[in-house]
């Protein structure tokens, strides 16, 4: 009888703890559910007259509490990209638009689907359609005065070296536009998120989306598939893509820069660790040679302390000794120097507005700097260098 009492008060231990698990699914979906209902006026305000609030707020929902990783991202992170889809009148189905985490950050992600439902919308547009062209596919295409496309799928790899969308308007011939793989890989590189779970396992979904988005230059589009376009940008990227985008909520653009800076400076640590091993396992050949130099033999003479010369009045100074290595491994000196150069070639309010410590004062913002290469780079400045060459490839170490 005491074994079984003993037995009994650990199941009433451990109850409580498993109810507890339980309910945190629900409490995040009963919390989702509340702050939705309670901006349910809101919402209603930013849709478009034709979608009804309730199912778009329960398609929300039933998003939402599918994807768990969305509960780390908080409620307000992933209110601002509901409403942000609301805004753009797309439902967060997984078709017309997602809403996936990355870094911490709920970020509305709208799909092929959705631009091409908001682009139909468009004067005079009758069909839209994309397709990806994979490896093995029978596909050809020209332009010029007889443009003329042809893909047939053979369905034998999943590595997609093309992509192309068509429109069909009223009164003309088809519209298209392909790109080929180096031109997806330059739109994902200059992706805020290139290494975002979307790029990583949908790929070919990601591809047409690049050649949908350039094909919709040359149409007239409606300002809800403008709108969709500029905020797929804003994570996806477009190195064609012009200003910055309208209509996006102060809000939820500040929540993506935050994460996509911090993301860029995990992608550059990684960067940097790889290439200090890489030095330490291939040291220069130079280091090599005076490493496997033998120590010259001491000589009485040299083991004599050599007598001090007189000071002659008319010598000229000694050089300036080179800056040389702190421990830890800092660098003063030439690499601060260069530091400041690469800043002041860049913009020194745009190098702290993107890092997001702009105080709107020149010596502050080099105080800021400052303290931002000791917490983040560990106090290198050559780093700190190279990661402004990395950040703005196209501006640093231009005269």
Not at 217 to 225: H, I, M, N, T, V
Not at 239 to 265: D, M
């Amino acid at each position: 009888m005491g074994q079984m009492k003993k037995l009994a008060e650990v199941i009433d231990q451990l109850e409580p703890k498993a109810e507890a698990d339980a309910k945190k699914p629900a409490t995040f979906a009963l919390a989702m559910k509340d702050q939705l209902e309670g901006a349910r006026d809101q919402i209603t305000r930013a849709l478009p007259s034709h979608i009804d609030s309730e199912r778009f707020i329960m398609v929300a929902l039933t998003a939402i509490t599918r994807n768990d990783k969305l509960q780390e991202c908080g409620l307000p992170s992933v209110y601002l990209a509901v409403m942000e889809c609301a805004r753009l009148g797309l439902f967060p189905d997984n078709r017309e638009a997602a809403i996936i985490p990355y870094k911490g950050v709920a970020t509305l992600q709208p799909m092929v689907q959705g631009i091409t439902r908001l682009m139909l919308r468009s004067p005079g547009l009758l069909k839209v359609e994309a397709r990806a062209v994979f490896e093995g596919d029978d596909f050809d295409f020209r332009y010029g005065l007889e443009p003329d496309l042809r893909h047939k799928p053979a369905l034998l790899s999943e590595t997609v070296t093309h992509a192309y969308a068509i429109l069909w308007r009223q009164g003309t011939d088809p519209t298209f536009e392909v790109v080929g793989r180096d031109e997806i890989e330059r739109a994902r590189l200059t992706s805020k998120a290139p290494d975002s779970p979307a790029w990583k396992q949908w790929y070919g979904e990601m591809a047409r989306k690049v050649a949908v988005k350039r094909l919709g230059k040359y149409a007239d589009l409606s300002p809800e598939a403008t709108r969709a376009i500029e905020v797929d940008n804003l994570v996806s990227g477009d190195p064609w893509a012009g200003a910055e985008p309208e209509g996006v909520s102060p809000e939820y653009r500040n929540q993506l820069v935050r994460a996509q800076t911090q993301g860029s400076i995990e992608r550059l640590k990684e960067r940097m660790s790889a290439d200090r091993q890489m030095q330490q396992e291939h040291p220069p050949l130079e280091q090599e040679v005076v490493q496997a130099e033998p120590a010259a033999p001491e000589t009485e003479a040299s083991a004599e302390a050599p007598t001090e010369p007189a000071q002659d009045e008319t010598a000229q100074p000694a050089a300036k000794a080179k800056p040389s290595k702190k421990p830890g491994g800092k660098i003063a000196g030439g690499d601060v120097t260069e530091f400041w150069k690469t800043v002041n070639q860049i913009g020194l309010e745009r190098v702290c507005e993107d890092l997001h410590i702009n105080a709107g004062d020149t010596k502050e913002n080099q105080d800021h700097l400052r303290k931002w290469i000791e917490s983040e780079m560990r106090g290198i400045w050559a780093d700190g260098t190279k990661y402004l060459l990395g950040a703005y490839p196209d501006l640093a170490g231009k005269e």
